[in-house]
């Protein structure tokens, strides 16, 4: 399989769909401190998770790279980073059948991306 490409195709930037905290917010009563110190926890691991997500896979590492996949496919759920999810979801789900594609790798990279943008705020 194809490496992750180093620079991706600029898209349009995050928007507030890309992240849904109602139900964290929920969860956590409205703690607004809670809130952001969680989004910024998520904000750095995540970013480490998909950085070696790519890395796994360049090096032709699926397995490994599909566990990490499902854990922040997880917490993206769990904090509402719904872009982020869809795109882990999909690429896990290619992983699981056997083989993955550039497309689905670069459409989970890019919702890294937006979902970074999204979270700069915390």
């Given amino acids: 399989m194809a490496a992750p490409h180093d620079n991706p195709t600029p898209t349009p930037a995050a928007t507030a ?11 956590l ?7 952001r110190d969680i989004l910024r926890v998520f904000r750095d691991d995540t ?3 998909a950085d070696k997500v790519a890395a796994l896979l360049g090096a ?3 397995e ?7 854990r922040l496919k997880g ?16 690429l896990e789900a290619e992983l699981k059948g ?22 700069s705020g915390y």
């Fill in 17 to 27: 769909a890309d992240l849904q905290l109602a139900t964290l917010r929920e969860l």
């Fill in 29 to 35: 009563n409205g703690d607004e401190a809670a809130v």
């Fill in 47 to 49: 970013q480490e998770m």
């Fill in 60 to 62: 032709g590492e699926a």
């Fill in 64 to 70: 490994a790279a599909r566990l990490i996949l499902h």
């Fill in 75 to 90: 917490s993206s759920s769990n904090v509402g980073a719904v872009t982020l999810h869809a795109a882990a979801q999909a």
């Fill in 98 to 119: 056997g083989a993955w594609s550039e497309a689905a790798l670069s459409a989970f990279l890019e919702a890294q991306r937006r979902t970074q943008l999204a979270l």
